[in-house]
């Protein structure tokens, strides 16, 4: 099993900037995907960005050029730098890791809240 624990959510207005962590543990696959989802009230999930291990990266059209997606390999950390935030960012953010080689192997963290006032 795997576990992960995000952290960095919170409350900023538009314009602000938060930084978001996910620190993976446990059976961790060598070959992995990481990233970040993100639920509004009433929507669907949606990917934001995510990461492979060999560090191609995914990003959601809405967030190019705003946010910016890493990883630490070493400290099976995935982080997430938001800036420019805007209203329509709003929501539970969800980290996620996947195993490239079993998709059925696919993990979620518990969601941090992040709001953004206009």
């Known amino acids: 099993q795997v576990q992960l624990v995000g952290s960095g959510g919170g409350l900023v207005q538009a314009g602000g900037s938060l930084r978001l962590s996910c620190v993976a543990s446990g059976r961790i696959p060598s070959f992995n995907t990481m990233g970040w989802y993100r639920q509004a009230p009433g929507k669907q999930r949606e990917l934001v960005a995510r990461i492979r291990s060999g560090g191609t990266v995914t990003y959601a059209d809405s967030v190019k050029g705003r946010f910016t997606i890493s990883r630490d390999g070493a400290k099976n950390t995935v982080n997430l730098q938001m800036n420019s935030l805007k209203p329509e960012d709003t929501a539970v953010y969800y980290c996620?890791?996947?195993?490239?080689?079993?998709?059925?192997?696919?993990?979620w963290g518990q969601g941090t809240q992040v709001t953004v006032s206009s």
């Open positions: 996620n890791l996947v195993d490239a080689l079993d998709y059925r192997r696919d993990y």
